[in-house]
């Protein structure tokens, strides 16, 4: 079996501020930590259970938060951002089913922790289909329509709500509890490990039992993309196939989510350099 493993930071148990999530914080050694042993339990306990293959893709911000030397040599390690379909680059080269690492809850949901949809800089929030868009469902979408099923998630509690409303069969684990966008009640990371550990089991057995399928991709996709800044929607209106919808929303209508998802990304550097070309007049 072959396994893709997508991970992200704000989902992982333990990580509550942008101090441990942005790569110059003063605290992002100490999320660097926590990704990597979290990863390193996934990948020793699949290949225990017979996975022979694993690729990890780190997708968190720049995208080389995981200790690459901790790895075992049975795990490839995809790094580096500005890549095609960001955080599941290379799902569609054929893997039996993916997981999903540290994943958080979509931009605009009350309550809860480091929410957002790709860029927080750029989106106020993302739909699909007039769905709030998490990136767990984008990426869910992307590895479905590459008929790759999407096991097991891990993440705030809040996108566990997302999660069984969309895939019911696919299993989750919580890893903390949100209080606020910059709080909550974490689990201890041995109770979160021994959870994990036990859902991997148990999604593999679901999975193996033809338990878990690959959820359904519309054949006409919708996005929305609900721009924090109007200038942001400016500039992102420049892009042949946009269509400005208010003062600060775009959409694009598209029948491939690998097409919309490059549109996402496309938005979020035109925000960024919009943003940076702002900041340094002031």
Known sequence: ????????????????????????????????????????????????????????????????????????DYVNLIRGSLRPVSMVYGIEEGYDFAIFLGYHSPAGTMHSILDHTYS???????????????????????????????????????????????????????????????????????????????????????????????IPVPNRLVFEFVMRESEFADAGELIPGIERVDTYTLKYVTGEIGEGYRVMQLLAMVSSYVDTSIQSLR
């Open 1 to 72: 079996m072959k396994a893709y493993i997508s991970v992200d930071m704000e989902g992982m148990p333990g990580i509550y501020h942008v101090a441990q999530t942005a790569p110059k914080a003063f605290l992002h050694s100490e999320g660097r930590d926590i990704v990597t042993r979290i990863t390193l339990l996934a990948c020793e306990k699949l290949h225990a259970n017979g996975v022979e293959s694993i690729t990890v893709a780190d997708s968190h911000w720049y995208m080389g938060n995981i200790y690459y030397e901790k790895l075992p």
């Open 120 to 214: 927080g800089l750029s989106f106020s929030q993302v739909r699909v289909n007039g769905r709030k868009a998490s990136e767990f469902y984008i990426n869910a979408l992307y590895a479905s329509e590459k008929n790759v099923p999407v096991i097991l998630v891990a993440g705030d509690d809040r996108l566990g709500e997302d999660v069984k409303e969309i895939s019911p069969s696919t299993e989750y684990v919580v890893t903390k509890m949100s209080i606020s966008r910059a709080s909550a009640s974490m689990i201890p990371i041995s109770r979160v490990e021994e959870q994990l550990g036990r859902a991997l089991e148990n999604s593999l057995k679901n999975f193996k039992e033809g338990k878990i399928k690959a």
